[in-house]
């Protein structure tokens, strides 16, 4: 593994993983109200994307990276589902 492929395995975990501190403050709030929700879409769909190329070329990093991001965003998802529609 090449420097450069370890750093983009780990700063892709990193990014797999940047939304959780939104999960936590979302849930520890109970207020979603100012997520924007559109973006978290894209992102998803994004990560769904990515999942399936991962699966295709049957690539562990690819999968682990966006695995963590769609579970992070999923979550993110529920969360504005609870908290953050006017009701």
Known sequence: MTVLSTLATIWGALIG???FPQVIKIFKRRSAKDISIIS???FFSGAI???LYGIELQNIPILVMNGLAF???LLVLVGWFLYGRIK
């Open 40 to 42: 978290v879409l894209i």
């Open 49 to 51: 994307i990515w999942i």
């Open 17 to 19: 993983v940047a939304n």
């Open 71 to 73: 579970i992070s965003l």
